[in-house]
Protein backbone atom coordinates (compact mmCIF):
# COMPACT_ATOMS: atom_id res chain seq x y z
CA UNK A 1 0.00 0.00 0.00
CA UNK A 2 1.47 3.49 -0.58
CA UNK A 3 1.26 5.89 1.98
CA UNK A 4 0.15 9.36 1.86
CA UNK A 5 2.24 9.55 5.16
CA UNK A 6 4.93 7.64 4.20
CA UNK A 7 7.49 8.63 7.05
CA UNK A 8 4.78 8.60 9.82
CA UNK A 9 3.45 5.14 8.93
CA UNK A 10 7.18 3.82 9.25
CA UNK A 11 7.51 1.45 11.76
CA UNK A 12 10.69 1.94 14.34
CA UNK A 13 13.10 -0.07 16.21
CA UNK A 14 14.23 0.82 20.01
CA UNK A 15 15.87 -1.75 21.40
CA UNK A 16 15.00 -4.96 20.42
CA UNK A 17 10.93 -3.61 20.10
CA UNK A 18 9.48 -2.79 17.03
CA UNK A 19 6.85 -0.06 17.05
CA UNK A 20 4.83 -0.21 14.08
CA UNK A 21 4.41 3.41 13.59
CA UNK A 22 5.48 6.88 14.42
CA UNK A 23 2.60 7.72 16.02
CA UNK A 24 2.80 7.36 20.26
CA UNK A 25 -0.03 7.94 22.96
CA UNK A 26 1.55 10.82 25.83
CA UNK A 27 0.77 9.57 29.00
CA UNK A 28 -2.76 10.76 30.06
CA UNK A 29 -3.75 9.32 33.89
CA UNK A 30 -6.55 7.34 34.67
CA UNK A 31 -9.77 8.25 36.41
CA UNK A 32 -10.53 4.87 38.09
CA UNK A 33 -8.06 4.49 40.06
CA UNK A 34 -8.39 2.80 43.67
CA UNK A 35 -7.65 3.75 47.13
CA UNK A 36 -4.83 0.95 47.20
CA UNK A 37 -3.46 2.19 43.80
CA UNK A 38 -4.39 0.16 41.36
CA UNK A 39 -5.88 0.52 37.74
CA UNK A 40 -9.60 0.17 37.74
CA UNK A 41 -11.64 -1.22 34.34
CA UNK A 42 -12.51 2.31 33.58
CA UNK A 43 -8.87 3.30 32.55
CA UNK A 44 -8.30 0.18 31.49
CA UNK A 45 -10.66 0.70 28.60
CA UNK A 46 -9.28 4.25 28.34
CA UNK A 47 -5.86 2.97 27.02
CA UNK A 48 -6.87 0.05 25.44
CA UNK A 49 -9.07 2.92 23.01
CA UNK A 50 -5.70 4.42 21.79
CA UNK A 51 -4.28 0.98 21.10
CA UNK A 52 -7.15 -0.54 18.97
CA UNK A 53 -7.19 3.09 17.27
CA UNK A 54 -4.11 2.47 15.89
CA UNK A 55 -1.02 4.42 18.24
CA UNK A 56 2.04 2.15 18.35
CA UNK A 57 2.56 2.84 21.78
CA UNK A 58 0.66 3.49 24.09
CA UNK A 59 1.72 5.33 27.56
CA UNK A 60 -0.34 4.55 30.82
CA UNK A 61 0.57 7.48 32.76
CA UNK A 62 2.43 8.48 35.95
CA UNK A 63 3.38 5.12 38.10
CA UNK A 64 4.17 6.43 41.41
CA UNK A 65 7.79 4.68 42.19
CA UNK A 66 8.05 5.73 45.89
CA UNK A 67 4.75 6.44 47.77
CA UNK A 68 6.61 7.26 51.13
CA UNK A 69 8.04 10.43 50.27
CA UNK A 70 5.40 11.15 47.26
CA UNK A 71 2.06 11.01 47.93
CA UNK A 72 0.79 12.76 44.81
CA UNK A 73 -0.08 10.45 42.42
CA UNK A 74 -2.36 7.64 42.90
CA UNK A 75 -1.39 4.74 40.94
CA UNK A 76 1.61 2.45 41.82
CA UNK A 77 2.91 -1.11 41.69
CA UNK A 78 3.22 -3.21 44.83
CA UNK A 79 3.35 -7.08 44.75
CA UNK A 80 2.15 -6.70 48.39
CA UNK A 81 -0.96 -5.21 47.58
CA UNK A 82 -3.62 -7.69 46.31
CA UNK A 83 -4.69 -7.39 42.46
CA UNK A 84 -2.11 -4.55 42.07
CA UNK A 85 0.18 -6.66 39.69
CA UNK A 86 -3.06 -8.45 38.34
CA UNK A 87 -4.64 -5.36 37.21
CA UNK A 88 -1.00 -3.61 35.60
CA UNK A 89 -1.37 -7.12 33.77
CA UNK A 90 -4.61 -6.90 32.77
CA UNK A 91 -3.83 -2.99 31.33
CA UNK A 92 -0.84 -4.11 29.41
CA UNK A 93 -2.52 -7.19 27.93
CA UNK A 94 -5.60 -4.69 26.74
CA UNK A 95 -3.21 -2.53 25.04
CA UNK A 96 -1.12 -5.34 23.44
CA UNK A 97 -4.00 -7.31 21.87
CA UNK A 98 -4.57 -4.46 19.65
CA UNK A 99 -1.26 -4.53 18.31
CA UNK A 100 0.48 -1.68 20.33
CA UNK A 101 3.34 -1.43 22.23
CA UNK A 102 2.18 -0.95 26.32
CA UNK A 103 4.46 1.37 27.88
CA UNK A 104 4.26 2.39 31.23
CA UNK A 105 5.50 6.12 32.92
CA UNK A 106 7.94 6.05 35.97
CA UNK A 107 7.68 9.23 38.29
CA UNK A 108 8.19 10.82 41.19
CA UNK A 109 6.72 14.59 42.16
CA UNK A 110 9.52 15.56 44.45
CA UNK A 111 8.60 18.53 46.30
CA UNK A 112 5.27 19.10 44.68
CA UNK A 113 3.70 15.39 46.49
CA UNK A 114 0.00 16.40 46.84
CA UNK A 115 -0.62 19.06 44.37
CA UNK A 116 -1.44 16.96 41.43
CA UNK A 117 -3.89 14.67 42.70
CA UNK A 118 -5.23 13.74 45.24
CA UNK A 119 -3.77 11.54 47.82
CA UNK A 120 -5.60 8.10 48.05
CA UNK A 121 -3.49 7.11 50.91
CA UNK A 122 -4.98 10.41 52.86
CA UNK A 123 -1.16 11.27 53.72
CA UNK A 124 -2.24 14.72 56.15
CA UNK A 125 1.48 14.83 57.19
CA UNK A 126 3.18 13.88 53.88
CA UNK A 127 6.39 15.81 54.19
CA UNK A 128 7.21 17.00 50.89
CA UNK A 129 11.20 16.55 50.05
CA UNK A 130 13.01 17.71 47.19
CA UNK A 131 17.04 18.20 45.97
CA UNK A 132 17.09 21.55 48.42
CA UNK A 133 15.01 22.78 51.60
CA UNK A 134 13.24 25.68 50.13
CA UNK A 135 9.51 27.45 50.49
CA UNK A 136 7.39 26.14 47.90
CA UNK A 137 4.97 29.48 46.44
CA UNK A 138 2.12 28.36 48.41
CA UNK A 139 4.15 28.14 51.31
CA UNK A 140 4.54 24.80 51.72
CA UNK A 141 7.73 23.66 53.46
CA UNK A 142 10.05 21.65 51.66
CA UNK A 143 12.49 19.59 53.39
CA UNK A 144 16.00 18.14 51.52
CA UNK A 145 16.54 14.61 50.62
CA UNK A 146 19.44 12.96 52.36
CA UNK A 147 21.71 10.57 50.92
CA UNK A 148 19.62 7.54 52.19
CA UNK A 149 16.60 8.71 50.89
CA UNK A 150 18.46 9.53 47.15
CA UNK A 151 19.71 6.03 47.55
CA UNK A 152 16.71 4.57 48.40
CA UNK A 153 14.12 6.54 45.86
CA UNK A 154 16.96 5.08 43.35
CA UNK A 155 16.41 1.53 43.89
CA UNK A 156 12.67 2.18 43.89
CA UNK A 157 12.94 3.13 40.23
CA UNK A 158 14.49 0.25 39.54
CA UNK A 159 12.33 -2.41 41.67
CA UNK A 160 9.50 -0.81 40.09
CA UNK A 161 10.67 -0.81 36.55
CA UNK A 162 11.34 -4.47 37.04
CA UNK A 163 7.48 -5.04 38.39
CA UNK A 164 6.68 -3.25 34.82
CA UNK A 165 8.22 -5.65 32.77
CA UNK A 166 6.63 -8.06 34.98
CA UNK A 167 2.88 -6.95 33.86
CA UNK A 168 3.92 -7.16 30.88
CA UNK A 169 5.18 -3.40 29.40
CA UNK A 170 7.57 -3.44 27.03
CA UNK A 171 8.24 -0.03 26.87
CA UNK A 172 9.46 2.39 29.91
CA UNK A 173 9.29 6.59 30.13
CA UNK A 174 11.12 7.59 33.07
CA UNK A 175 9.89 11.31 33.54
CA UNK A 176 12.41 13.89 33.74
CA UNK A 177 10.65 17.02 32.85
CA UNK A 178 7.71 19.09 33.87
CA UNK A 179 9.10 20.32 37.21
CA UNK A 180 8.94 16.83 38.88
CA UNK A 181 11.44 15.46 41.03
CA UNK A 182 13.98 14.16 38.29
CA UNK A 183 13.80 17.41 36.77
CA UNK A 184 14.32 19.40 39.96
CA UNK A 185 17.61 17.85 40.11
CA UNK A 186 18.24 19.20 37.18
CA UNK A 187 17.49 22.58 37.36
CA UNK A 188 19.17 24.93 39.11
CA UNK A 189 16.21 26.67 39.85
CA UNK A 190 15.59 24.01 42.71
CA UNK A 191 18.98 22.05 43.17
CA UNK A 192 20.92 24.25 45.18
CA UNK A 193 22.89 21.64 47.08
CA UNK A 194 26.65 21.81 47.14
CA UNK A 195 27.58 17.95 47.04
CA UNK A 196 27.88 15.42 44.33
CA UNK A 197 24.05 15.55 43.39
CA UNK A 198 24.40 19.21 42.57
CA UNK A 199 26.58 22.43 41.61
CA UNK A 200 28.17 21.79 38.51
CA UNK A 201 25.82 19.98 35.44
CA UNK A 202 27.18 16.65 35.79
CA UNK A 203 26.21 16.70 39.42
CA UNK A 204 23.03 18.15 38.78
CA UNK A 205 22.28 14.97 36.06
CA UNK A 206 23.99 12.55 38.83
CA UNK A 207 20.55 11.50 40.10
CA UNK A 208 19.13 11.11 36.49
CA UNK A 209 22.04 8.82 35.58
CA UNK A 210 21.78 6.90 39.00
CA UNK A 211 17.90 5.93 38.12
CA UNK A 212 18.58 5.39 34.94
CA UNK A 213 21.51 2.53 35.38
CA UNK A 214 18.55 1.72 38.23
CA UNK A 215 16.07 0.97 35.69
CA UNK A 216 18.47 -0.55 33.43
CA UNK A 217 19.74 -3.24 36.02
CA UNK A 218 16.33 -4.33 36.52
CA UNK A 219 15.24 -4.93 33.06
CA UNK A 220 18.24 -5.97 31.09
CA UNK A 221 20.06 -4.21 28.11
CA UNK A 222 17.65 -5.10 25.01
CA UNK A 223 14.54 -3.61 26.77
CA UNK A 224 13.67 -0.04 25.69
CA UNK A 225 13.58 2.81 27.64
CA UNK A 226 12.71 6.25 27.14
CA UNK A 227 13.78 9.80 29.36
CA UNK A 228 11.50 12.82 29.03
CA UNK A 229 13.58 15.93 29.07
CA UNK A 230 12.06 19.57 29.24
CA UNK A 231 14.42 20.31 26.31
CA UNK A 232 13.87 24.35 28.48
CA UNK A 233 12.16 25.38 31.24
CA UNK A 234 10.82 28.44 29.79
CA UNK A 235 11.45 30.81 33.47
CA UNK A 236 14.85 32.66 33.84
CA UNK A 237 15.27 30.86 37.10
CA UNK A 238 15.64 27.27 34.62
CA UNK A 239 17.76 26.07 32.42
CA UNK A 240 17.55 27.22 29.00
CA UNK A 241 17.57 24.81 25.14
CA UNK A 242 21.60 25.54 25.26
CA UNK A 243 21.47 23.75 28.42
CA UNK A 244 18.99 21.48 27.80
CA UNK A 245 21.10 19.91 25.01
CA UNK A 246 23.76 19.52 27.51
CA UNK A 247 21.63 17.78 29.52
CA UNK A 248 20.40 15.28 27.15
CA UNK A 249 24.07 14.54 25.92
CA UNK A 250 24.92 13.26 29.99
CA UNK A 251 21.68 11.20 29.79
CA UNK A 252 22.14 9.54 26.28
CA UNK A 253 24.04 6.51 26.96
CA UNK A 254 21.71 5.04 29.27
CA UNK A 255 18.47 5.23 27.08
CA UNK A 256 17.07 4.45 23.77
CA UNK A 257 14.33 7.33 23.49
CA UNK A 258 15.03 10.78 24.03
CA UNK A 259 11.12 12.10 24.67
CA UNK A 260 11.95 16.25 24.88
CA UNK A 261 8.88 18.21 25.94
CA UNK A 262 8.97 21.97 27.65
CA UNK A 263 8.29 23.81 30.51
CA UNK A 264 8.44 23.08 34.56
CA UNK A 265 5.45 22.54 36.82
CA UNK A 266 5.82 26.64 38.00
CA UNK A 267 4.16 28.91 34.87
CA UNK A 268 4.44 27.38 31.94
CA UNK A 269 1.21 25.56 31.76
CA UNK A 270 -0.11 26.76 28.04
CA UNK A 271 3.86 25.94 26.87
CA UNK A 272 3.43 22.79 28.12
CA UNK A 273 0.38 21.91 27.22
CA UNK A 274 0.18 24.43 23.95
CA UNK A 275 -3.38 26.37 24.14
CA UNK A 276 -5.25 27.87 20.78
CA UNK A 277 -3.63 31.17 21.14
CA UNK A 278 -0.29 29.59 20.42
CA UNK A 279 0.72 27.30 17.04
CA UNK A 280 0.75 24.08 16.40
CA UNK A 281 3.47 21.87 17.29
CA UNK A 282 5.45 25.22 19.38
CA UNK A 283 7.82 23.15 20.72
CA UNK A 284 8.74 20.96 18.08
CA UNK A 285 12.04 23.32 17.43
CA UNK A 286 13.51 22.13 20.78
CA UNK A 287 13.70 18.10 19.81
CA UNK A 288 14.48 19.56 16.29
CA UNK A 289 17.71 21.05 18.08
CA UNK A 290 18.49 18.75 20.60
CA UNK A 291 18.81 16.17 17.91
CA UNK A 292 21.66 17.51 16.46
CA UNK A 293 23.28 16.84 19.07
CA UNK A 294 22.44 13.37 20.04
CA UNK A 295 22.36 10.04 18.43
CA UNK A 296 19.53 8.15 19.87
CA UNK A 297 16.39 8.63 18.29
CA UNK A 298 13.96 11.78 19.45
CA UNK A 299 10.42 12.25 20.07
CA UNK A 300 8.66 16.16 20.11
CA UNK A 301 4.93 16.58 21.65
CA UNK A 302 3.46 19.39 21.99
CA UNK A 303 -1.00 20.82 20.29
CA UNK A 304 -0.25 18.06 17.03
CA UNK A 305 -3.18 16.75 15.47
CA UNK A 306 -2.40 17.40 11.92
CA UNK A 307 -0.96 14.78 10.09
CA UNK A 308 0.95 16.48 6.90
CA UNK A 309 2.47 18.43 9.61
CA UNK A 310 3.54 15.71 11.56
CA UNK A 311 4.76 13.72 8.27
CA UNK A 312 7.16 16.83 7.33
CA UNK A 313 8.43 16.91 11.06
CA UNK A 314 9.83 13.25 10.69
CA UNK A 315 10.34 13.12 6.65
CA UNK A 316 12.79 16.10 7.55
CA UNK A 317 14.53 15.12 10.83
CA UNK A 318 13.18 16.70 13.04
CA UNK A 319 12.40 13.95 15.30
CA UNK A 320 11.96 10.45 14.99
CA UNK A 321 8.13 10.35 16.73
CA UNK A 322 5.74 12.15 17.66
CA UNK A 323 3.52 12.03 20.95
CA UNK A 324 -0.45 12.82 21.02
CA UNK A 325 -2.36 13.36 24.10
CA UNK A 326 -5.31 15.51 23.32
CA UNK A 327 -5.57 14.91 19.65
CA UNK A 328 -6.21 10.92 20.55
CA UNK A 329 -8.67 12.35 22.92
CA UNK A 330 -10.66 14.11 20.26
CA UNK A 331 -10.22 11.11 17.91
CA UNK A 332 -8.07 7.76 19.22
CA UNK A 333 -8.30 6.63 15.73
CA UNK A 334 -6.46 9.40 13.87
CA UNK A 335 -2.87 6.89 13.82
CA UNK A 336 -5.70 3.88 11.54
CA UNK A 337 -7.07 6.87 9.55
CA UNK A 338 -3.36 8.18 8.79
CA UNK A 339 -2.62 4.66 7.99
CA UNK A 340 -5.37 4.04 5.83
CA UNK A 341 -5.12 7.56 3.96
CA UNK A 342 -8.35 8.78 4.99
CA UNK A 343 -6.93 11.64 7.26
CA UNK A 344 -10.09 13.92 6.00
CA UNK A 345 -12.17 11.88 8.73
CA UNK A 346 -9.98 13.11 11.47
CA UNK A 347 -11.68 14.52 13.81
CA UNK A 348 -9.11 17.54 15.09
CA UNK A 349 -8.74 18.25 18.80
CA UNK A 350 -9.85 22.23 19.45
CA UNK A 351 -7.18 22.74 22.69
CA UNK A 352 -10.11 23.88 23.97
CA UNK A 353 -8.78 22.11 27.61
CA UNK A 354 -12.35 20.62 28.38
CA UNK A 355 -10.48 17.46 28.97
CA UNK A 356 -7.77 18.61 31.49
CA UNK A 357 -10.53 20.84 33.13
CA UNK A 358 -12.69 18.49 33.52
CA UNK A 359 -10.14 16.16 35.09
CA UNK A 360 -9.01 19.25 37.43
CA UNK A 361 -13.16 20.12 38.39
CA UNK A 362 -14.65 16.44 38.69
CA UNK A 363 -12.26 14.44 38.78
CA UNK A 364 -13.62 12.82 35.15
CA UNK A 365 -12.70 13.07 31.62
CA UNK A 366 -14.35 14.32 28.86
CA UNK A 367 -14.18 15.76 25.48
CA UNK A 368 -15.91 18.50 23.51
CA UNK A 369 -15.72 16.77 19.93
CA UNK A 370 -16.10 12.78 21.41
CA UNK A 371 -18.81 11.70 23.68
CA UNK A 372 -17.31 8.56 24.39
CA UNK A 373 -13.85 10.01 26.06
CA UNK A 374 -14.51 8.95 30.22
CA UNK A 375 -16.51 6.10 28.91
CA UNK A 376 -14.39 3.93 26.98
CA UNK A 377 -15.72 0.44 29.01
CA UNK A 378 -19.53 1.06 26.62
CA UNK A 379 -17.42 0.17 23.49
CA UNK A 380 -16.48 2.32 20.80
CA UNK A 381 -19.32 0.65 18.43
CA UNK A 382 -23.23 2.05 18.17
CA UNK A 383 -25.35 -0.86 18.60
CA UNK A 384 -28.05 -1.36 15.49
CA UNK A 385 -31.75 -0.73 15.98
CA UNK A 386 -33.97 -3.78 16.06
CA UNK A 387 -36.25 -1.31 14.30
CA UNK A 388 -35.32 0.96 11.80
CA UNK A 389 -37.71 4.35 12.51
CA UNK A 390 -37.43 8.05 10.53
CA UNK A 391 -36.05 10.44 12.46
CA UNK A 392 -35.63 14.44 12.24
CA UNK A 393 -33.15 16.78 13.54
CA UNK A 394 -34.02 20.18 13.64
CA UNK A 395 -31.09 22.26 13.78
CA UNK A 396 -27.74 21.89 11.88
CA UNK A 397 -24.99 22.62 14.66
CA UNK A 398 -22.91 20.52 16.52
CA UNK A 399 -25.24 18.29 18.24
CA UNK A 400 -27.52 18.43 15.66
CA UNK A 401 -25.16 17.16 13.30
CA UNK A 402 -23.46 14.58 16.00
CA UNK A 403 -27.10 12.94 16.96
CA UNK A 404 -27.97 12.42 13.21
CA UNK A 405 -24.51 10.61 12.27
CA UNK A 406 -25.60 8.61 15.75
CA UNK A 407 -28.63 7.86 14.75
CA UNK A 408 -27.82 7.31 11.38
CA UNK A 409 -25.26 4.87 12.31
CA UNK A 410 -27.85 2.62 14.34
CA UNK A 411 -29.79 2.01 11.25
CA UNK A 412 -32.70 5.41 11.35
CA UNK A 413 -33.61 6.90 8.48
CA UNK A 414 -32.53 10.46 9.49
CA UNK A 415 -34.02 13.95 8.04
CA UNK A 416 -31.34 16.97 9.10
CA UNK A 417 -33.44 20.35 8.71
CA UNK A 418 -31.21 23.90 9.20
CA UNK A 419 -33.09 26.78 8.28
CA UNK A 420 -29.99 28.68 7.05
CA UNK A 421 -27.97 28.22 4.03
CA UNK A 422 -25.08 26.63 5.87
CA UNK A 423 -24.52 24.06 8.45
CA UNK A 424 -22.68 24.52 11.87
CA UNK A 425 -24.66 26.55 13.50
CA UNK A 426 -23.39 28.60 16.63
CA UNK A 427 -19.68 26.98 14.85
CA UNK A 428 -19.93 29.13 11.63
CA UNK A 429 -19.02 32.33 13.63
CA UNK A 430 -15.88 31.11 14.80
CA UNK A 431 -14.21 30.77 10.99
CA UNK A 432 -12.83 34.38 11.46
CA UNK A 433 -11.01 34.12 14.63
CA UNK A 434 -7.84 32.23 13.04
CA UNK A 435 -7.15 30.55 16.70
CA UNK A 436 -10.24 28.95 16.40
CA UNK A 437 -10.02 27.43 13.12
CA UNK A 438 -10.75 23.65 14.64
CA UNK A 439 -13.75 24.72 16.42
CA UNK A 440 -15.14 26.05 12.86
CA UNK A 441 -13.94 22.54 10.77
CA UNK A 442 -15.67 20.68 13.15
CA UNK A 443 -19.09 21.35 11.67
CA UNK A 444 -17.64 20.19 8.40
CA UNK A 445 -16.13 17.19 9.79
CA UNK A 446 -19.33 16.16 11.65
CA UNK A 447 -21.57 17.16 8.01
CA UNK A 448 -19.38 15.09 6.41
CA UNK A 449 -20.07 11.96 8.66
CA UNK A 450 -23.36 12.50 8.52
CA UNK A 451 -23.49 12.39 4.22
CA UNK A 452 -21.90 9.50 4.17
CA UNK A 453 -24.35 7.92 6.45
CA UNK A 454 -26.91 8.64 4.16
CA UNK A 455 -28.27 11.52 6.17
CA UNK A 456 -30.70 13.67 4.25
CA UNK A 457 -29.61 17.23 5.05
CA UNK A 458 -32.08 20.09 4.15
CA UNK A 459 -31.10 23.14 3.84
CA UNK A 460 -32.85 26.76 3.77
CA UNK A 461 -35.34 24.59 6.30
CA UNK A 462 -37.84 26.03 8.74
CA UNK A 463 -39.13 23.29 10.58
CA UNK A 464 -42.81 24.11 11.77
CA UNK A 465 -45.55 21.67 13.62
CA UNK A 466 -47.24 21.47 10.00
CA UNK A 467 -43.70 20.30 8.97
CA UNK A 468 -43.43 17.59 11.43
CA UNK A 469 -47.06 16.86 10.85
CA UNK A 470 -47.07 16.30 7.57
CA UNK A 471 -43.64 14.25 7.97
CA UNK A 472 -45.04 12.12 11.16
CA UNK A 473 -41.75 11.09 12.15
CA UNK A 474 -41.41 8.79 14.98
CA UNK A 475 -38.90 10.91 16.42
CA UNK A 476 -37.41 14.45 16.58
CA UNK A 477 -34.40 15.86 18.00
CA UNK A 478 -34.66 19.54 18.78
CA UNK A 479 -31.21 21.05 18.37
CA UNK A 480 -32.67 24.24 17.24
CA UNK A 481 -29.95 26.01 19.05
CA UNK A 482 -29.43 29.56 20.70
CA UNK A 483 -30.14 33.33 19.27
CA UNK A 484 -28.23 36.26 20.67
CA UNK A 485 -29.21 38.66 23.47
CA UNK A 486 -29.79 42.01 22.05
CA UNK A 487 -30.55 44.03 25.38
CA UNK A 488 -33.07 47.18 25.03
CA UNK A 489 -29.84 50.13 24.85
CA UNK A 490 -29.85 53.02 23.43
CA UNK A 491 -28.02 52.61 19.74
CA UNK A 492 -27.53 49.27 20.04
CA UNK A 493 -29.20 48.89 17.06
CA UNK A 494 -27.03 50.84 15.37
CA UNK A 495 -24.78 50.63 11.91
CA UNK A 496 -21.91 50.63 13.93
CA UNK A 497 -22.99 47.43 15.69
CA UNK A 498 -22.18 44.06 15.21
CA UNK A 499 -23.42 41.02 16.42
CA UNK A 500 -20.59 38.72 17.58
CA UNK A 501 -22.24 35.82 16.07
CA UNK A 502 -22.55 37.97 12.94
CA UNK A 503 -18.92 39.08 13.11
CA UNK A 504 -17.83 37.19 10.52
CA UNK A 505 -20.18 38.28 7.63
CA UNK A 506 -19.38 41.84 8.87
CA UNK A 507 -15.52 41.97 9.70
CA UNK A 508 -14.58 43.97 6.77
CA UNK A 509 -16.80 46.45 8.43
CA UNK A 510 -15.19 46.64 11.89
CA UNK A 511 -12.95 49.73 12.47
CA UNK A 512 -9.57 50.05 13.79
CA UNK A 513 -10.94 51.07 17.15
CA UNK A 514 -13.30 48.78 18.83
CA UNK A 515 -15.34 48.55 21.64
CA UNK A 516 -16.52 44.88 22.45
CA UNK A 517 -19.91 44.97 25.00
CA UNK A 518 -20.08 41.77 26.97
CA UNK A 519 -16.76 39.96 28.68
CA UNK A 520 -17.81 36.39 28.75
CA UNK A 521 -15.93 33.52 26.63
CA UNK A 522 -17.86 34.73 23.00
CA UNK A 523 -16.75 38.36 23.75
CA UNK A 524 -13.33 37.63 25.40
CA UNK A 525 -11.98 35.68 22.64
CA UNK A 526 -13.19 38.40 19.81
CA UNK A 527 -11.32 40.93 21.28
CA UNK A 528 -8.34 38.90 21.63
CA UNK A 529 -8.61 38.40 17.74
CA UNK A 530 -9.76 42.25 17.47
CA UNK A 531 -6.11 43.10 19.64
CA UNK A 532 -3.86 40.53 17.15
CA UNK A 533 -5.34 42.04 14.28
CA UNK A 534 -4.17 45.24 15.68
CA UNK A 535 -7.29 47.21 16.14
CA UNK A 536 -7.27 49.43 19.25
CA UNK A 537 -9.51 47.51 21.55
CA UNK A 538 -11.85 47.98 24.45
CA UNK A 539 -14.04 45.27 26.38
CA UNK A 540 -16.64 46.36 28.80
CA UNK A 541 -18.03 44.26 31.00
CA UNK A 542 -20.69 44.86 33.83
CA UNK A 543 -19.10 42.34 36.20
CA UNK A 544 -16.16 42.48 37.82
CA UNK A 545 -15.08 39.28 36.77
CA UNK A 546 -14.21 37.95 32.88
CA UNK A 547 -15.10 34.73 31.03
CA UNK A 548 -16.64 33.03 33.81
CA UNK A 549 -18.53 30.76 31.21
CA UNK A 550 -14.43 29.65 30.39
CA UNK A 551 -13.17 26.67 31.92
CA UNK A 552 -10.70 26.14 34.45
CA UNK A 553 -7.67 25.53 32.27
CA UNK A 554 -8.33 27.48 29.07
CA UNK A 555 -9.67 31.24 31.05
CA UNK A 556 -5.80 31.70 32.79
CA UNK A 557 -4.39 31.36 29.48
CA UNK A 558 -7.24 33.67 28.06
CA UNK A 559 -6.71 36.35 30.71
CA UNK A 560 -3.07 36.64 29.92
CA UNK A 561 -4.21 37.29 26.19
CA UNK A 562 -6.76 40.09 27.27
CA UNK A 563 -3.34 41.60 29.48
CA UNK A 564 -1.25 41.45 26.20
CA UNK A 565 -3.70 43.00 23.60
CA UNK A 566 -7.24 44.65 25.09
CA UNK A 567 -8.29 47.66 27.29
CA UNK A 568 -10.52 46.14 30.02
CA UNK A 569 -13.28 47.64 31.55
CA UNK A 570 -15.12 45.39 34.29
CA UNK A 571 -17.71 47.18 36.46
CA UNK A 572 -19.36 49.06 33.57
CA UNK A 573 -22.94 49.23 32.49
CA UNK A 574 -23.39 50.28 29.12
CA UNK A 575 -25.90 53.00 29.01
CA UNK A 576 -26.27 53.93 25.70
CA UNK A 577 -24.29 54.04 22.36
CA UNK A 578 -22.94 56.73 20.32
CA UNK A 579 -21.20 57.86 17.17
CA UNK A 580 -18.57 58.39 19.61
CA UNK A 581 -18.64 54.87 21.62
CA UNK A 582 -20.48 53.47 24.22
CA UNK A 583 -21.16 55.96 27.53
CA UNK A 584 -21.33 53.31 30.58
CA UNK A 585 -21.48 53.91 34.47
CA UNK A 586 -19.03 52.84 36.78
CA UNK A 587 -19.21 51.21 40.04
CA UNK A 588 -19.33 54.37 41.79
CA UNK A 589 -21.94 55.89 39.42
CA UNK A 590 -20.16 58.27 37.35
CA UNK A 591 -20.55 58.39 33.55
CA UNK A 592 -17.59 57.72 31.09
CA UNK A 593 -17.41 57.09 27.47
CA UNK A 594 -15.70 54.02 26.18
CA UNK A 595 -14.32 55.48 22.28
CA UNK A 596 -14.40 53.53 19.50
CA UNK A 597 -15.80 54.08 16.49
CA UNK A 598 -17.23 50.30 15.94
CA UNK A 599 -19.51 48.19 18.63
CA UNK A 600 -19.40 44.56 18.85
CA UNK A 601 -22.04 42.84 20.97
CA UNK A 602 -21.31 40.11 23.06
CA UNK A 603 -24.08 39.82 25.61
CA UNK A 604 -25.30 36.21 25.49
CA UNK A 605 -27.22 34.17 24.18
CA UNK A 606 -31.19 32.54 24.55
CA UNK A 607 -32.29 29.44 24.28
CA UNK A 608 -34.89 29.10 21.02
CA UNK A 609 -37.73 28.40 23.38
CA UNK A 610 -39.95 29.11 20.49
CA UNK A 611 -39.03 26.17 18.80
CA UNK A 612 -38.79 23.83 21.66
CA UNK A 613 -42.74 25.09 22.51
CA UNK A 614 -44.10 24.83 19.05
CA UNK A 615 -42.22 21.03 18.73
CA UNK A 616 -43.04 19.44 21.98
CA UNK A 617 -45.30 16.55 22.04
CA UNK A 618 -45.08 16.55 17.81
CA UNK A 619 -43.82 12.92 17.81
CA UNK A 620 -43.94 9.97 19.88
CA UNK A 621 -39.90 10.82 21.13
CA UNK A 622 -39.49 14.22 21.05
CA UNK A 623 -36.15 15.39 22.62
CA UNK A 624 -34.31 18.81 23.24
CA UNK A 625 -31.07 19.01 23.30
CA UNK A 626 -27.95 21.28 23.39
CA UNK A 627 -28.70 25.25 23.49
CA UNK A 628 -31.95 25.20 22.87
CA UNK A 629 -32.49 23.02 26.25
CA UNK A 630 -30.45 26.19 28.13
CA UNK A 631 -27.45 28.07 26.83
CA UNK A 632 -24.36 25.72 27.85
CA UNK A 633 -21.79 23.98 25.87
CA UNK A 634 -20.52 22.48 22.46
CA UNK A 635 -19.44 19.56 24.60
CA UNK A 636 -22.91 19.30 26.49
CA UNK A 637 -24.86 19.60 22.63
CA UNK A 638 -22.34 16.77 21.32
CA UNK A 639 -23.12 14.48 24.53
CA UNK A 640 -26.71 15.11 24.65
CA UNK A 641 -26.81 14.89 20.80
CA UNK A 642 -25.58 11.36 21.12
CA UNK A 643 -27.27 9.82 24.12
CA UNK A 644 -30.33 11.38 22.52
CA UNK A 645 -29.47 8.83 19.30
CA UNK A 646 -28.81 6.22 21.28
CA UNK A 647 -32.39 6.42 23.21
CA UNK A 648 -34.50 5.94 20.13
Not at 29 to 40: A, F, K, M, P, V
Not at 123 to 142: F, I, N
Not at 293 to 298: A, D, L, Q, R
Request: net charge negative; hydrophobic share 40%.
Amino acid sequence: MKYKYPNLCKPITLGRTVFRNRMFSAPMGGTDISEDGCIGPKSAAFYELRAKGGAAAVTVSELMVHPETDGSHAYHLDESILNSLACATYTADAIRRHGAIPSIELSHSGMYSGTYMTDKKKQKGLTQWGPSACTRPDGVQVGELTHEMIQEIVLAYGHVAGLAKRAGFELLMIHGGHGWLINQFLSPMFNNRDDEYGGSLEGRCRFAIEVLKSVREAVGPFFPIEFRLSGSEFVKEGYDLQEGIRIAQQIEPYIDLLHVTAGTYQRTFGITHPSMFTEHGRNVHLAAEIKKHVSVPVATIGGLNDPAQMEEIIASGKADVVYMARALLADPFLPNKVMANQDEDIVHCLRCFTCMAERASTATRRCTVNPLIGRECEGDEVAPSSVKKTVLVVGGGPGGLYSAWTAARRGHRVVLCEQEAELGGILKSEQALPFKQEMYKLANTYAGFCRNAGVEIRLNTRVTRAYVDDMAPDAVIIAAGSAPLVPPIPGLDGEQVVLVNDYYKKKDTVGDEVVVLGGGLAGSECAIHLGLEGKHVHLVEMRNDLAPDANVRHRPLLLKELEKHVNVHTGHKALRVTAEGVVCETHDGQEILIPGKSVICALGQRSRTEVVEELSGSAPFVRVIGDAARVSTITNAVYWGYHAALDI
